[in-house]
């Protein structure tokens, strides 16, 4: 007779074998390390936009990244089609309505999971899981969006397909009846330009094998080059590829011309990052590279409450902001995800500047691409000629020159007229004085935030508005700088790149709280075949904020709750500025109750609640009087 719950095959064997036994089984768990998700860590695959600006959107079918830690012990890339669900034993999952989906992966490393987000997720919350080897992560919650669009920088097959298979068919596609636009290549006015991007809509069919979509997706996107919506010849998902997006457009015969154009797409509520493309007068100009080049040499002076502060730097490499990658005069161009840094050679000589100006001399050094500065003060800087020296280092010794002109304005003289997400953000500045320079390409107005984005603006005009889309990828409240800049090159004779920069600002400072972060939108089909295009709640937080301080909701406008189960959800309307109609509506997206012509909370009064008469799971937003206009009543059903 056996001993029940006892395995005999153990009987017999030396207890410190055992002991040794069960260390190395321990050993073997641990080894297979539970992952984790960063927080914000799952973003569009080609902006990298972080989630705090597009609030957690992702886009059906589209390619994704996710960061965090211990996803894997090493790299891996797909090396075919169908994608696989599963790469170096680790799978994504995607959780929405109780259902699971699997996601196709692209690639999986430590710290990096590239892959496609399905199709077939319902729009509305859903949270993302890494599993390896049988360890869980934790969940990131996710807010999936139909549309929104991510344009990618670089050869984006390269990016995203590397190893494919099809790699050389949509190589040949990318660059080669479609030719990749460099630098040396550039755009012309009149001309198709191809797009490249990802977040344009999921696709029938799944999301592991390319399908070909004729004709525009549902989920179609503007686009915009200059600050200016353009023809769009051609959207839809890229034959060679899962998730890859192809836009042809056509540009206008009046673009500005720079060799840093904007170029940005707006769908589903939500503009995706700005790319910056060559545009010349014809294919046979070139604009200069970002290689490394020569010193830079930066003259600062910051007006405060009428009191300036100076400062001067050099470095040298190249950075997120360059004189000659300033967008066209009237537009913006937004970097990645802040300040990248300096780039330098391995190897850097020290290298003394001479800067003699009109107030004072002093002198600047570098080494190891460390930025050096000259002590700060009032009585360094001011207008006049500048006059640059160097002793040389890497490059050879250089003389530059730089005239700058007087310009005299202060805070208390720049006005700002904010609803900004809404309308923009309107900078005046009437009555000001700016002595500008002979040469306009040498002198430029700035509205910027350090590091994130620039713009370029007319001082012979008196305004300037910094459009929604342009808004929407910067955080708020921040430090606005308004002012001008004055460069000057400088010439080395080396075999490679000649130009470096002495460039001398004049900025004062401003805090701008531009308001909250607009919230992705999806359309809502109502009985009568119309469609609202909703906002999309999923939380909280934007539960409770609602559609507070609007001054205006546009008729085909409006906002779509989600919450995670019935319930008598119940709303009130402080500090809400206009009426609303508030509808409520089932698990089945059938309406329950209708409060209509809801009126705003007067200040310092009790403000009443309002709330469906039986359990609801979704409620709708419309300015008052909508729902009464287009026969909205109970029982109706309404669809997304």
């Known amino acids: 007779m056996g001993t029940r719950g006892k395995d005999r095959r153990l009987e017999g064997w030396p207890q410190a ?18 992952p984790v998700i960063n927080e914000g860590g799952l973003v569009n695959g080609a902006s990298f936009a972080p989630v705090e600006l597009s609030s957690g959107a992702i886009a059906q079918g589209s390619i994704f990244s996710l960061f965090g830690l211990e996803f894997s012990d090493g790299a891996a890339r797909a090396v075919d089609f169908p994608l696989p669900k599963e790469l170096l034993n680790v799978r994504v999952e995607v959780i929405a309505n109780s259902t699971v989906y699997e996601v196709p992966l692209l690639y999986v490393s430590p710290l990096q999971i590239n892959g496609i987000f399905p199709s077939d997720v319902p729009v509305g919350p859903a949270q993302v899981r890494v599993i390896r080897s049988g360890q869980t992560s934790n969940v990131e ?44 290549r550039p755009a012309y006015p009149g001309g198709v330009v191809t797009l490249w991007g990802t977040g344009l809509g999921g696709v029938p069919g799944g999301d592991d094998w390319p399908v070909i979509v004729m004709g525009r997706p549902v989920s179609a996107v503007r686009v915009l080059v200059d600050g200016k919506e353009v023809e769009i010849l051609y959207q839809s998902r890229a034959s060679c590829c899962v998730g890859l997006d192809q836009i042809n457009i056509r540009l206008p015969a009046d673009v500005g011309l720079s060799c840093h154009v904007p170029v940005q797409l707006v769908g589903g509520g939500l503009p995706s990052n ?45 950075d997120s902001w360059d004189p000659y990658e300033i967008p066209p005069t009237g537009s913006c161009q937004v970097y990645g995800n802040g300040f990248s840094g300096v780039l330098v050679d391995d190897v850097i000589e020290d290298e003394l500047v001479e800067v003699e100006g009109p107030v004072s001399i002093f002198q600047l050094s570098e080494g190891s691409g460390v930025l050096r500065y000259a002590p700060e003060g009032a009585a360094q800087l001011g207008a006049g000629l500048y006059r640059v020296t160097s002793t040389g280092g890497n490059f050879p010794a250089y003389e530059a020159t730089l005239s700058v002109p007087a310009w005299s304005f202060s805070t208390n003289d720049l006005s700002l007229q904010v609803n900004a997400r809404d309308d923009g953000l309107r900078f005046e500045w009437e009555g000001l004085s700016f002595h500008l320079t002979s040469d306009p390409t040498e002198t430029v107005g700035i509205i910027s935030v350090y590091g994130r984005l620039t713009c370029a603006i007319d001082l012979s005009a008196d305004s300037f508005t910094v459009l929604p889309e342009v808004l929407a990828l910067v955080k708020g409240p921040t430090d606005w700088s308004f002012g001008a800049i004055a460069y000057a090159p400088i010439e080395t004779e080396t075999d490679g790149p000649e130009t470096g920069f002495v460039v001398y600002s004049e900025l004062t400072d401003q805090r701008v709280d531009i308001g909250p972060v607009r919230l992705p939108t999806i359309p809502v089909y109502l009985p009568n075949t119309e469609v609202v295009h909703a906002e999309i709640a999923t939380t909280a937080a934007e539960h409770q904020r609602g559609l507070m301080n609007r001054p205006a909701l546009a008729p085909d406008r409006g906002m779509l709750l989600f919450f995670a189960a019935l319930g008598f959800h119940s709303f009130w309307m402080a500090e809400t500025l206009i009426p609303l109609d508030i509808i409520w509506l089932d698990s089945n997206r059938n309406i329950v109750t209708i409060s209509a012509n809801t009126p705003p909370c007067p200040p310092d009064t009790a403000c009443r609640f309002y709330g469906p008469d039986v359990p609801a799971m979704y409620v709708l937003e419309l300015a008052a009087g909508e729902a009464a206009r287009r026969g909205l009543k109970v029982n109706d059903q309404i669809n997304w």
């Open 17 to 34: 074998f055992l002991r040794i036994l069960a260390l190395a089984l321990l050993a073997a768990t641990a080894s297979a390390q539970t």
């Open 274 to 318: 700005i790319a910056m493309i060559p545009i010349a007068e014809s294919e046979t100009q070139f604009c200069p590279g970002r290689e490394l080049r020569p010193t830079r040499v930066y003259l600062d002076r910051r007006w405060e409450d009428g009191v300036p502060s100076d400062r001067a730097r050099t470095f040298r490499g190249r």
């Open 141 to 184: 919650p996710v807010k999936v969006v139909q549309t929104y669009p991510g344009i990618y920088i670089a050869q984006p097959v390269e990016q995203a397909y590397s190893n494919l298979r099809q790699l050389a068919a949509a190589q040949r596609q990318a660059s080669g009846e479609v030719q990749q636009l460099l630098q040396d």
